[in-house]
């Protein structure tokens, strides 16, 4: 495999490497951070077939969390 030498900020190699994985190279981690996560409107229409007491048990856990992250926001 060919490799390419690149030159990149101290501070970017230092934040790289916090994203890097134990035994993981700078190579993987570069690709598992920029490999394509796909689209959000590839997501459209995945709920649409669930019924309407599943989807407020979806919203009622969302705003649970949401008041969770606000509680810890304010206690900091």
Known sequence: MTSKTISVKEEVYDMLEK???PKESFSDTLTRLIKDK??????AGAWSDLDEKELESIEKGMKKVRGSAD???LRS
């Open 19 to 21: 994203e890097k994985l």
């Open 38 to 43: 796909g689209k959000i409107s590839d997501l």
């Open 71 to 73: 509680e810890r926001v």
